[in-house]
């Protein structure tokens, strides 16, 4: 009768060998002509996705259904592999730093830190102390877009919609300050390998600080409207539970495990760019549910924006590069007078900068959990191999244990308290 | 050297090769015969704890001569030592190895990724089928050197490949199976079923 009721029937089969519109065969329906169809055996399947706003990105679920109930759970992913990895292997170690921008596109920043640092240790290099200082605020600052978008998102998956306004604001104005710093408000490539694309501009510092006093206010009023709200804990308590064995066993990593009671942090337990001299709390969850993990998130914010302030307090005055022509591309003015800059201009722009034969692997706490690095090199100023370990596809992975058993509805909450970025999932 | 290389050779001998330090890092290549079980001696023995697998991939060197390598990230919580694991395979012979999965839950993405991206099949895997790249993706395995960075076929036989493709081939065997058991497969999806087949590359009209 109405348009829409045929745009459904067209738009959801496939067409057969004709051109001629099939049914989609996975659809419950009568089995046969007259036949009395028992309703209450029939499993149904569903595609959630890979176009739809509830799985946050491209992501594909084949589920199949008792009623509302889950009883399996098929996840596809790959929509948007686009190869970085292979692409690695053909360009230079800081040509590589845009690819990082572009996996986990809520954490660009951390991304081109962790890259950075892996290059870093395959070729022995020690980066400035103001370096380090500046990587934590930029590690720390995605940390809280991350988990921002998150919160929003998540609330609105479960329908509160006033926390996405106040996450979304929040991160516009960590955003503001991630343009100041290096330009670009989703593409950094923050980072070169022995320091980073540019130092911070005048009125930065002032800038975050500014932030961080009044960020928690922001905190404190999600916090007020979601954790003690009924229609929130119950959409979340006890939802997609995995006790801290099952984390482990599923290679958990980030809030997703500490939510699980699995006290490990990167940051605490196997400490880089100084993190072991700040003074941060980890938070640990003892349910393992979605609830908890949205506490873990939460306190996490708190955390990173203490980590923060230590960091305005401390940072050092100095260079960000460290003092060597081979790797850190010389000022453009000196490039254009002096002999010697310039053929160190031309030698890296021509032929990259080349790292020693062997491998290193570099783990962080990113906002989604362990991001690894690992570079494997034969000499040559491109990698041979250039793996990321990407902290949402591996908790992506255990969605299927997470949810099944539970509600359709229920599977939204869970898809979305995975936290995935589908650019670093496929890769 | 990390003490768990010693405590590896004392316990399985000859299985253990060479173990060299990189970056700081402690590297361990093993036999392929009993990778499970000189992984299960990690993750069960008390003094070792292996009990977090970091990460699995593989590494293809630019230098043909040498093997491929499936590398194993393992990681202690308790003691928080990490090691890493090796197993060398002839790229000229089988590309196999033993799956790690009825050890940990998460190698099973992680081995299908591996299988996807270099060709390398896990023994014992409960799952393996391509994960990145489609079903019926037939240039070959992506991460390997010898394919091209831009791809096998041309850009105008991929493009054609898109356009012809079914959509429905894009169901899993699994997903087939739970569908045929409620009767609602036609006939050719029950014929690929029956067949066991992933799905075909498209013919040009």
Redesign the interface.
Known sequence: MSKRTIDFELATP??GAGGAP?R??????P?GEGQEHDLGG??L?INLGPQHPATHGVLRL?V?LDGETVV?V?P???YL?S?F???GE?RHYNQIIPLTDRTDYLSPMANNVGMAMAAE??M?IEITPRCKVLRVIACEMSRIISHMVWLGTTSIDLGAFTPFLWAFQERERIYNLQEMWTGARLTTSLTRVGGLMADVPDGFVEGLRQFTQTYPNTLNEIDRVLTRNAVWAGRTQGIGVLTAD?A?????SGPMLRASG?P?DMRK??PYLDYETYDFDVPVGEHGDVYDRYLMRLEECHQSNRILQQTLDRLPDGPVNVDDPRVILPPKSRAMSDMEAMIFHFKQVMEGVKAPV????V?IENPKG?L?N?F?S?GSAKP??W?I?PPS??N???IS?MAEGHLLSDLIAINASVDIVMGEV?? | MNPSVDALRATFGSAIGRAQEACGDTIVTVGSANLLEIMRWLRDTPGQRHDYLVDITAVEYRDRERPLEVVYFLRSLERKADLRVKVELDPSGELTVDSVTPLWAGANWLEREVYDMFGIVFAGHPDLRRILMWETYAEGYPLRKDFPLRGRFSRAEQVRQALNANPEAHYSIEELSIAEAYDELPPDMRERLRRGQRGTVPESE
């Open positions: 496939g067409l099939t989609v065969p996975l659809a419950a329906g089995a029939e499993h399947l084949v199949e399996r098929i596809h992913v790959g592999h190869g990895e292979k692409l053909y240790k395959l022995g099952e482990i066993n599923y290679s958990l699995v490990w337990d196997q062997g491998e290193a692997y783990g362990e690894g690992y494997v034969d041979v191999r793996r370990r596809f591996i992506l992975a255990a244990k496929d890769r």
